[in-house]
């Protein structure tokens, strides 16, 4: 069964702002561990970065996994 797009977005938007808040936890309860003492707006904009970047990453592997499953049809529709 497909998805919609509907819900590819809402899953996407989900994602992000879990990871978004799964991000400042961890920075707020770590980071002192480590002698950090960033301000609650810098934790927040380090937030941003860091989930813009996991962005990135996700973007980036799922490309990469599609490509390999094109390229992997394509072979199998050619033949050895």
Known sequence: ???SRLISLAEAVTNVVVGYGIAIATQLTVFPVFGLQ???GENLLLGV???GVSLLRSYLVRRAFENWRVR???QSATGP
């Open 1 to 3: 069964m497909n998805q």
């Open 49 to 51: 970065v860091f989930t």
């Open 38 to 40: 960033p301000s609650l």
């Open 72 to 74: 992997r049809e394509r």
